[in-house]
């Protein structure tokens, strides 16, 4: 197993060396896996056309929520004020996420909460910020 991990990474570095001048189009990867009972028995490495949504949920979600109610509260700005920065018509985003009601959150929203905020998305990610 060891050994397929290491053709994995040395495969997907190749593709990435080899499509390295590309600039014009994203450089996401993937790799397919063929599983069988008796182990792996065939990966394939290959562009993804479209790069997967990472999500937030469980403690990460927790500690965005917690981070962003310090934040919003330390700088004194109503949750209308953040949703019109983020672009939003209704407060419905902002006060579910603060009441603990979204069960995930893509980090494309993070990064957005964060530049509203104007703060950097680490501060959101990080536990708990002290007020």
Do not use: W
């Not at 060396?17 to 993937?30: A, D, F, G, L, M």
């Amino acid at each position: 197993m060891l050994n397929f991990l290491k053709n994995i990474v040395k495969s997907v570095s190749k593709y990435k060396e080899e499509t390295k001048n590309n600039s014009t189009e994203k450089q996401n990867y993937s790799v397919d896996f063929q599983f069988k009972t008796t182990g792996v028995t065939a990966y394939n490495v290959k562009r993804a056309k479209i790069a997967p949504k990472i999500f937030y949920i469980d403690d990460d979600l927790f500690y965005i929520r917690t981070n962003v109610i310090k934040i919003r509260e330390k700088k004194k700005i109503t949750q209308k004020e953040l949703c019109t920065r983020l672009g939003l018509k209704s407060t419905s985003f902002i006060s579910r996420l603060e009441r603990g009601d979204s069960s995930k959150i893509t980090h494309e929203q993070v990064e957005s909460l964060a530049k509203s905020l104007e703060i950097d998305i680490s501060d959101l990610l990080i536990g708990y910020i002290k007020a």
